[in-house]
């Protein structure tokens, strides 16, 4: 079973700066992985996957890289909208199954 | 618009079962993969089960041979099917469409299972 393991668990941010999140999956994984936004009370939204492909709609200011075992999700210029919890998720092909990391929780500084 | 809404969740007893709907709308539902995902309250998301188009299916450990998942095309609808439930599937259960083989691009609002005596 591929463990993906994100860190930090919680990140203090101030608006306006740059994020950093870091997704580390216990083999390789190529470059199936994608990265979910998920704020109080809805349900998670896509914004990265295969790695570094952004979602229809998402903001060029979140962005994805890595490949094999370790991965990045970085925003920018971090917005009021950007402060949420933020799951990294990999894809393995046999047999298919989809694992999560356990979350990073971006909050105001 | 493209859309999943989620139906069937509720108060169960350890050892019921449950059956979960997730109707489509706004898009070729039967070309999609589709999966449930779940996710305990203040906790992280968990994949619960995969159905292709070709109607196969695919589950983690931790519901194989518990839960059942299954499509109806013509009624543009995804089901679970859960038995045996205990009380660590107490969770929203989310219904997600396979945007690609890798993540999950559209999701529903999630319903909510309590196994609960």
């Known amino acids: 079973e591929i463990v993906m393991t994100q860190s930090p668990a919680t990140l203090s941010v101030s608006p306006g700066e740059r994020a950093t999140l870091s997704c580390r999956a216990s083999q390789s994984v190529s470059s199936n992985l994608a990265w979910y936004q998920q704020k109080p009370g809805q349900a998670p939204r896509l914004l990265i996957y295969g790695a570094s492909t952004r979602a229809t709609g998402i903001p060029a200011r979140f962005s994805g890289s890595g490949s094999g075992t370790e991965f990045t999700l970085t925003i920018s210029s971090l917005q009021s909208e950007d402060f949420a919890v933020y799951y990294c998720?990999?894809?393995?092909?046999?047999?298919?199954?989809?694992?999560f990391g356990q979350g990073t929780k971006v909050e105001i500084k | 618009e493209v859309q999943l809404v989620e139906s069937g969740g509720g108060l169960v007893q350890p050892g019921g079962s449950l059956r979960l709907s997730c109707a489509a709308s706004g898009f070729t539902f039967s070309s999609y993969d589709m999966h449930w995902v779940r996710q305990a309250t203040g906790k992280g998301l968990e994949w619960v089960s995969a159905i292709g188009t070709a109607g196969d299916t695919y589950y983690p450990g931790s519901v194989k041979g518990r839960f059942t998942i299954s499509r109806e095309n013509a009624k543009n609808s995804l089901y679970l099917q859960m038995n045996s439930l205990r009380a660590g599937d107490t969770a929203v259960y989310y219904c997600?469409?396979?945007?690609?083989?890798?993540?999950?691009?559209?999701w529903g609002q999630g319903t909510m299972v309590t196994v609960s005596s």
């Open positions: 998720q990999q894809y393995n092909n046999w047999p298919p199954t989809w694992t």
């Open positions: 997600a469409r396979g945007g690609n083989v890798v993540a999950f691009d559209i």
